[in-house]
């Protein structure tokens, strides 16, 4: 679920992590190592946790911002288009006026008794009114669109505030998800090869990959759910960058806006709007090309490959690859 655009920044780490991360620390050289590597895990696994939670409003905001950039844009060129219409306006009336004054600059009694040919004049005299009226329907026309300039001015300030707004609210985001995946690195750090290859054999499956029964074996719901499911495999290995959108590296929302848009099928960019992205059905009926969705926030997100498991992109570390569809709490699969 991250969003794919720039490198991230660095925040504080509250203060619950923090205490965990002390704890890690201060295991007692008698305590049980495995105890102790448990603990890490799940101090890890917690921050990658609230890392994912903060992308998704980090997602929220960036794609709010795009939406108001292209409003900024789309009203500029509507304001240039608009004054280039009064600028023309204004040149037609001022043709208009000065026509006028030089037709009409005597009285117009005096110019009919002094008219060699009084019918000639009453002609163009008929023709100037015409005129005239047209210039007051072109004068009115002018104010009009000086009005609907103004508005428009006023709606671009409007948004260009609202996108600074939300430019800021990005970078707010941005910090609380580096500050997590920092402290996750560092606690990572801490561990030893092989308890490292441990948490990364079992971290979100939670080792239980070979215990699963497999779920009966299905065929996609269509043929671009087998063909989202053909791209995500294409990924399997692929390394986990949060933000990105493939095709060298994926975050979990960004490999599945990535494989489905192999399959021709346009995904929101949230894992949270993903899981509401088609119709949802019972775990028992998931088919390949289902999105399968987690945590009550659906904060994470694969593809359902068929026979029990799902293809997505882990954590900061890890690579896309295959894991129980059952991995964590709170499933929902929903079929696009």
Same mark, same amino acid.
């Given at each position: 679920?991250?969003?794919?655009?720039?490198?991230?920044?660095?925040?504080?780490?509250?203060?619950?992590?923090?205490?965990?991360?002390?704890?890690?620390?201060?295991?007692?050289?008698?305590?049980? !190592?495995?105890?102790?590597?448990?603990?890490?895990?799940?101090?890890?696994?917690?921050?990658?946790?609230?890392?994912?939670?903060?992308?998704?409003?980090?997602?929220?905001?960036?794609?709010?911002?795009?939406?108001?950039?292209?409003?900024?844009?789309?009203?500029?060129?509507?304001?240039?288009?608009?004054?280039?219409? @009064?600028?023309?306006?204004?040149?037609?009336?001022?043709?208009?006026?000065?026509?006028?004054?030089?037709?009409?600059?005597? /009285?117009?009694?005096?110019?009919?008794?002094?008219?060699?040919? !009084? /019918?000639?004049?009453?002609?163009?005299?008929?023709?100037?009114?015409?005129?005239?009226?047209?210039?007051?329907?072109?004068?009115?026309?002018?104010?009009? %669109?000086?009005?609907?300039?103004?508005?428009?001015?006023?709606?671009?300030?409007?948004?260009?505030?609202?996108? %600074?707004?939300?430019?800021?609210?990005?970078?707010?985001?941005?910090?609380?998800? %580096?500050?997590?995946?920092?402290?996750?690195?560092?606690?990572?750090?801490?561990?030893?090869?092989?308890?490292?290859? /441990?948490?990364?054999?079992?971290?979100?499956?939670?080792?239980?990959?070979?215990?699963? =029964? !497999?779920?009966?074996?299905?065929? =996609?719901?269509?043929?671009?759910?087998?063909?989202?499911?053909?791209?995500?495999?294409?990924?399997?290995?692929? =390394?986990?960058?949060?933000?990105?959108?493939?095709?060298?590296?994926?975050?979990?929302?960004?490999?599945?806006?990535?494989?489905?848009?192999?399959a021709g099928i346009s995904l929101p960019r949230t894992s949270s709007a993903q899981r509401y992205a088609g119709r949802q059905v019972p775990l028992s009926q998931a088919q390949p090309g289902d999105l399968v969705t987690y945590r009550g926030d659906a904060?994470?997100?694969? @593809?359902?490959?068929?026979?029990?498991?799902?293809?997505?992109? !882990?954590? =900061?570390?890890?690579?896309?690859?295959?894991?129980?569809?059952?991995?964590?709490?709170?499933?929902?699969?929903?079929?696009?």
């Amino acid at each position: 679920m991250a969003s794919h655009r720039r490198p991230v920044r660095v925040t504080v780490l509250t203060a619950a992590a923090a205490t965990a991360a002390a704890t890690l620390g201060a295991v007692p050289a008698s305590a049980d !190592p495995g105890a102790g590597s448990a603990a890490t895990r799940a101090t890890v696994d917690r921050l990658f946790e609230e890392a994912e939670k903060a992308t998704e409003g980090y997602n929220r905001a960036d794609e709010k911002a795009d939406a108001l950039r292209r409003t900024v844009s789309q009203a500029q060129d509507s304001l240039a288009r608009g004054q280039e219409r @009064i600028n023309h306006m204004r040149g037609a009336l001022g043709s208009v006026a000065g026509a006028q004054y030089r037709s009409g600059g005597i /009285d117009p009694a005096l110019a009919l008794l002094l008219s060699s040919d !009084p /019918d000639t004049y009453l002609d163009r005299a008929s023709a100037l009114d015409r005129i005239t009226a047209r210039q007051g329907a072109a004068l009115g026309e002018l104010r009009r %669109e000086q009005r609907r300039l103004s508005q428009k001015r006023s709606e671009a300030r409007t948004a260009l505030v609202e996108l %600074e707004r939300s430019r800021a609210e990005v970078a707010r985001h941005k910090r609380v998800v %580096e500050g997590k995946l920092a402290e996750a690195r560092r606690v990572l750090a801490g561990l030893t090869a092989e308890e490292r290859a /441990d948490f990364d054999r079992a971290s979100r499956s939670g080792g239980r990959a070979e215990e699963l =029964p !497999p779920m009966p074996e299905a065929a =996609p719901g269509s043929s671009r759910a087998a063909a989202a499911v053909i791209a995500a495999r294409s990924a399997v290995g692929k =390394p986990y960058v949060w933000g990105a959108t493939g095709p060298s590296a994926f975050d979990c929302s960004g490999l599945m806006v990535w494989s489905y848009g192999k399959a021709g099928i346009s995904l929101p960019r949230t894992s949270s709007a993903q899981r509401y992205a088609g119709r949802q059905v019972p775990l028992s009926q998931a088919q390949p090309g289902d999105l399968v969705t987690y945590r009550g926030d659906a904060s994470h997100v694969g @593809i359902y490959a068929g026979n029990g498991q799902v293809i997505h992109a !882990p954590y =900061p570390g890890a690579r896309v690859r295959y894991d129980p569809v059952n991995m964590m709490s709170h499933v929902t699969v929903t079929r696009v």
